[in-house]
């Protein structure tokens, strides 16, 4: 999954859904080494609930991607290099999270330094580790699924706009006259066939009402700008407004709808129960339950996983 932060850097993670099955770690056969690992494993994670879970990343003895069972995605990673003579002042520790910005790297030259903190000193390296390694937000959720329904919110628009294109040239009219918009002419046939006071031949008619169709279909998507993501959690249900557009938010900065915003699913996040929620919430979430992941329903919503979900504003 790719995390968008505020300033529009991404950085890829991996869904708890695909770390329910941890890999289990190598022994280390150092008795000077793995204990050091073992006591910054411990101290790193004090903070976090008791049910914190770790996944070994292939390729080094000391390297566990954290995690919790009912989140979203990963909190982050926590590595420990040291030389080959296995000298103990040599040890490095490192805590990489989407929650860093080491500015002293480039997000995109040197990506994994840029989400990651260094230190030689273990107390350093747990601070690092208790600021860095969070439970997931609403935001944190927001931010790995918004690119996901703003794609797909793209292709159902550009696939109305190339139906209603397809309509109107199935009648003879230019895509170029008006912008693309409807003809007079087109216009007054389609209000006289709607009153009943014309009857054209079947085949126009059928053309008739697939333009009528496209228009309206393409009209009413153009309007939808926002949509409620939801998180459930449980009994519960935290949601927040999402622009789903590409593009500018035409006014609305601020107000915690964009990735780009500071306050990003902060500033109008609501907590619902099974009893308060508001009606059509629960009903669309019952509906996309049943769709597998990252599928949409038009005038419905947008499934992320089995507990994202956004409903159309």
Known sequence: MKYIDDSGNSMQLR??????????????????????????LKLATEHLPKDVKFSHVAGMPCRYKVYLPDDVVEMGELMMEWDQDGDVASICYHVTSPKIKNRRYCPYASPWDYRTKSSKSLDKAVRNARVALR???????????????????YDILSN?????????????????????GATPLLDEAVRLCEMGLVKFSDEVDTKLGAYMKSKEDMKRNEQVKYATMCWVKGDKVLAHTAFILNGGLQGDEGRGWSPYDKNFMHADKRTYDDLCAPEDIPNKISVLSMLDDDEFVEEVGYKFNDSVYYILK
């Open 15 to 40: 869904s708890v859904k695909s770390l329910k099955n941890p890999v289990v770690a190598p022994d280390i056969d150092d008795d000077v080494i793995r204990p050091k690992w073992e006591e910054f």
């Open 135 to 153: 439970p997931n937000t609403l935001a944190d959720v927001g931010r790995v699924s918004i690119e996901h329904i703003k794609d797909k919110w």
């Open 160 to 180: 109305s706009n190339r139906t209603h294109t397809k309509a109107r040239a199935d009648l003879g009219v230019s895509n170029s006259s008006y912008g693309g």
